[in-house]
C-alpha cells in the first residue's frame, strides 16, 4: 500500500498555501523515488498550524505544521515519511492538546477522512446510521432524533424530532405528492464557519442525515442551498454526490439531492426567504403559517435544517435506540445531569452516557452498554457512578458539583 | 450575437429544473462574466417568467452582475470579523491601488475564513489569509504580470 500523507483541501488551509505543499510533496517524493498517496483531506480546524501535513506511520498519524512549500524538501531530507524530527514536527495528532481533550460527535470525521471517499467515510465509521435508518419504521427514526433532544443548529435550537413529526403528518397535495429536504448552508454570519468547515471536510454526514430524514418523514429529494461565497464547499459536496450516488439510491431508499448555489443575499439564510430562492425568486420572507414543515418547497411540506443539525442525525441513529426509560434510569443516578444546560442536550447526553463507570463491576460504559439501564457486564441495573466529562474524575467539570 | 446562442444553450440545459431561474444565471454568469442585458427576454421566454421578474432577482442578488468586470475579480471580506483585524484599512488601501487598474474590487461578506483575516478571494477560485496592504501589492503585482 502507497504510504498516505495528508495535505488538507479546506479553504482555510488552501488561502494559507496547502496547494503549493501538495505539489511540492508529490514532486519531492517522485524525486526520491517514493510512491506515495496524498490525500486531501479537511481541517482539523488548528488554522494557527496550517497548512497541517499529517503522514501515516505504524506509530499513527504523524503531523507537521506550520508547513510551507519551501520546507517539504527538509521534510524529506528529516525522514519525515516514517515520521522523523523536525523542525515542524509536532508528534501524534491525535496527543496535540488541543485536540486530545475533545469528544468529536458531529465533527469526528473531519480531517481523519477522505472528503472524497466514500470508502474512507464507510471505515471510519459512516454509514452505519443510514444502514440503521433503512430497517426502521419512518416513527421510529423520528422517535430517536426526539428523545436524543438534537435540536437545530442554525440558531433557534427548535428540537428537530418535532419538526420531523410535523413534516411525517402532513399530507401532500394530490397533484404533487413529494416531500422535500432543504439543508440550510446559507452561513451568513461572520465567525461561524462550522459549516464551512463540515461540508468541505466530511460531506458524505451531511449526505447520510439528509438521506435519513428523507426516510423518516418520506421524503425522496433534497436540495442543499449553499452560499455563493462557498465554492470550495459546492465543489466538496458536489464531489461526494458523484461517488456517494450508489450508496444514497440504494434499494429502498432512493434519496436525490442536489446542490443550488445562493447568490449573495444574507436574508436568504432564514428558511422562507430560502425556499423563495430555491423556487427563483428574490428571498423575500414568507408570513407563517404556514410552517415550512405543512408548506414549505413548491409548497410541499418541507424539512429544513441547519448543516450541523443534519450532520449530527447520522451518529444518533448508529448508536442505536437509547431507550427513555434508561435515560430517565441514568438521570436518576446521575445527580449531576438534571442540571446540564437544556440547549446542547445532545452532545451532553451523550457525553455523559459514555462517560459512566458501572458501581458495581467498574466497567465504563459505551453508550450501547446502558441500554435498558443495566450494564452489560454484570447485569445489575442502573448503578451507573458518574466521571463525566473526563473520566475518573469525580466532579463535574460543567456543575462543578462533587459527586458522592 | 454570439453570446444569444451560448445563452439558449445555457437556458435549455436546465429550463426543466424546478426553481430554474438562479441555476440559469448563474451558468450565465460563470460562461460569460456577467447576465448581459440582452439576455433577459430570451430567459423570460423560456422559463415563462415576466422580464420583470428575471430583473427583479439579477437586481436583487449581490452576486450577479450585469456588466462585464475587469480582468480578474477582486474580493474583500468587509465582513465583522475580518474587519476586527484590518480588514477596513485593506480595503480602502485596496479601492487607491486598484483605481483605474483593469481589476474589478469588490467587497464580500464573509469568505468563512474569519481565524485568518483580512481574507480576499480572487476570481471565486484563489484564496489569501492575513492579507496586509504589502501582501496585497504583492499579490497584484503577480496578476498584473501574468497578462
Ligand atoms: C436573518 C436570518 C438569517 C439566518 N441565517 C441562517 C443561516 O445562515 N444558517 C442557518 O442554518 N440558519 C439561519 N437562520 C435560521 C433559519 O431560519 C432556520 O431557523 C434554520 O435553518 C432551521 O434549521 P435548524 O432547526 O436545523 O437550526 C437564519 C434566520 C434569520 C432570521
Ligand atoms: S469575516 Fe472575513 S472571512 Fe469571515
Redesign the interface.
Known sequence: MKARVYVPRD??A???GADAVAVAIAAEAARRGIDIQVVRNGSRGM?WL?PLIEVATPRGRIAYGPVAASDVRSLFAAGCMSGGVHRLYLGATDALPWLKRQQRLACRHIGVVDPRSLDDYLADGGGEGLRRARGMAPAGIVAQVTDAGLRGRGGAAFPVGIKWQTVLDAPTSPDCAQKYIVCNAD???????SD??LMEGDPFSLLEGMAIAGLAVGATRGYIYVR??????IEALNAALVGGRDWLGDQAGNFAIEV???????VCGEETALLE???????IVRAKPPLPAVSGL?GQPTVINNVITLASVPGILARGRISTVALAAVARAVPCLSSWPATSSTVVWLKCLSALRCASCCTTSAVARVRAGRCARCRSAAHWAPTCPSRNSTRCSTTRRSLP | MANLAAIERIVAAKRTLPGALLPVLHDIQEALGHIPPESVPLIARELNLSRAEIHGVISYYHHFRQTLPGRHLVRICCAEACQAVGGEALAEHARTRLEGSDLTLEPVYCLGLCAIGPALQIDETTLHAHVTPEKFDALMAALAADK
Open positions: 479553504a482555510a488552501l488561502a494559507l488554522f496550517e452561513e451568513g454570519d461572520s465567525g461561524t464557519f464551512r468547515l455563493s461565497e462557498y465554492p470550495h464547499a443550488r448555489k445562493g447568490a449573495g443575499s444574507y430562492s430555491l423556487e427563483g425568486r428574490r428571498g413548491f
